[in-house]
T-cell receptor, first 111, second 114 residues
Framework: KNEVEQSPQNLTAQEGEFITINCSYS?????LHWLQQHPGGGIVSLFM???GKKKHGRLIATINIQEKHSSLHITASHPRDSAVYIC?????????????FGKGTKLSVKP | EADIYQTPRYLVIGTGKKITLECSQT?????MYWYQQDPGMELHLIHY???????EKGDLSSESTVSRIRTEHFPLTLESARPSHTSQYLC?????????????FGEGSRLTVL
């Protein structure tokens, strides 16, 4: 079982829809990261959070430390939101650079 | 805007050649990472560094080496490239030890070995 699980793996939405991507983890963490990767490969950090909720424009990220779960929400989705969204956790006491990545959620927003 | 740069962006070489992928950041970050990513697949850690003269192997470090002589520079070297090395290589950095700083990624180096 992967230490970081994302769902769904693939998601297709119509423009304007509200989107939720989920991330569950099984290790102790110091922070959780949400990343966005567009076709062509570049990765951008969207959020880093260790508690509560953060908002940036149409994006909202929440984390529940007790339940070891985080969600990324996109309001009023747009075709330019089409990308792979990756959840990564900073693992307390882990090796391997302390970062554990999920497999990503591929989002496609249709006009 | 991220201040982390990778060169070359694209490289096509023959089997057996030695190559170095360059990564530089101007943010003074201590932690730097190299990841390999095949199309549609997840990131795999190759090497990481906590600072100058500190390097560690990841779960996919075979046949490559790194150095960290200066804080801003973290080059990755393949001594003898093979077709199995064909992939995208991504460099990243963060400010704090333990990975609790925001992550910044370079644009990637796409390598093709013939």
């Amino acid at each position: 079982k992967n230490e970081v699980e994302q769902s769904p793996q693939n998601l297709t939405a119509q423009e304007g829809e509200f989107i939720t991507i989920n991330c569950s983890y099984s290790v102790g963490i110091s922070a959780l990261h949400w990343l966005q990767q567009h076709p062509g490969g570049g990765i951008v950090s969207l959020f880093m959070l260790s508690s509560g909720k953060k908002k940036h424009g149409r994006l909202i990220a929440t984390i529940n430390i007790q339940e070891k779960h985080s969600s990324l929400h996109i309001t009023a989705s747009h075709p330019r939101d089409s990308a792979v969204y990756i959840c990564a956790v900073s693992n307390y006491g882990g090796s391997q650079g302390n970062l554990i990545f999920g497999k990503g959620t591929k989002l496609s927003v249709k006009p | 805007e991220a201040d982390i740069y990778q060169t070359p962006r694209y490289l096509v070489i023959g089997t057996g050649k030695k190559i170095t992928l360059e990564c530089s950041q101007t943010m003074g970050h201590d932690k730097m990472y190299w990841y390999q990513q095949d199309p549609g697949m997840e990131l795999h850690l190759i090497h990481y560094s906590y600072g100058v003269n500190s390097t560690e192997k990841g779960d996919l470090s075979s046949e490559s080496t790194v150095s960290r002589i200066r804080t801003e520079h973290f080059p990755l070297t393949l001594e003898s490239a093979r077709p199995s090395h064909t992939s995208q290589y991504l460099c990243a950095s963060s400010r704090l030890a333990g990975g609790t700083g925001e992550l910044f990624f370079g644009e990637g180096s796409r390598l093709t070995v013939l």
